[in-house]
């Protein structure tokens, strides 16, 4: 007797498994301000921050986290948008672990605003600077090379 469907059970079984997968997996990803949901915490944004705003930072062994803006809590070094010829303010308010500063740096990675000590105690580690095309990102000079850093972008 001849089949009606050439498509076996087996087959059909293979089919819907990976389609299941492939749904779980784009569920998993979905998007929300604590990172951009695979899981190794890289920063969605840029995150809109108005002028004026005191950006609020914690050190982690080898990473930035947002501790405010809300938008920014809880994501790792966070990408930053703020607007041209506006003055912020970017706090270092709490230490994981390690020695740390802070500064800005433009795209010949030299400092624009800061360095602050280097120091295992956030207490006055911040910066204040007026964002401009030298403004690309601000960083842990002694961790930089290893990715303590997140970018400055203009709007």
Not at 53 to 78: C, D, F, H, R, Y
């Amino acid at each position: 007797m001849a089949r009606d469907n050439p498509v076996s059970r087996r087959t059909a079984l293979k089919v819907t498994g990976a389609a299941a997968t492939t749904a779980l997996l784009a569920g998993c990803s979905g998007g929300d301000d604590s990172g951009n949901g695979n899981g190794n915490g890289d920063s969605e944004g840029p995150y809109t921050i108005e002028s004026g705003t005191t950006i609020e930072l914690k050190s982690l062994a080898q990473s930035w986290e947002g501790v405010a803006p809300s938008k920014i809590e809880g994501v790792e070094n966070p990408d930053l948008s703020l607007t041209e010829g506006e003055t912020y303010t970017i706090e270092w308010v709490e230490n994981e672990q390690g020695t740390h500063n802070l500064a800005v740096y433009d795209d010949s990675q030299s400092a624009v605003a800061g360095p602050t000590e280097k120091t295992s105690e956030p207490s006055d580690a911040s910066v204040e600077f007026e964002a401009s095309s030298d403004t690309v990102e601000y960083v842990c000079e002694p961790h930089y090379d290893i990715g303590m850093a997140g970018s400055i972008q203009l709007e």
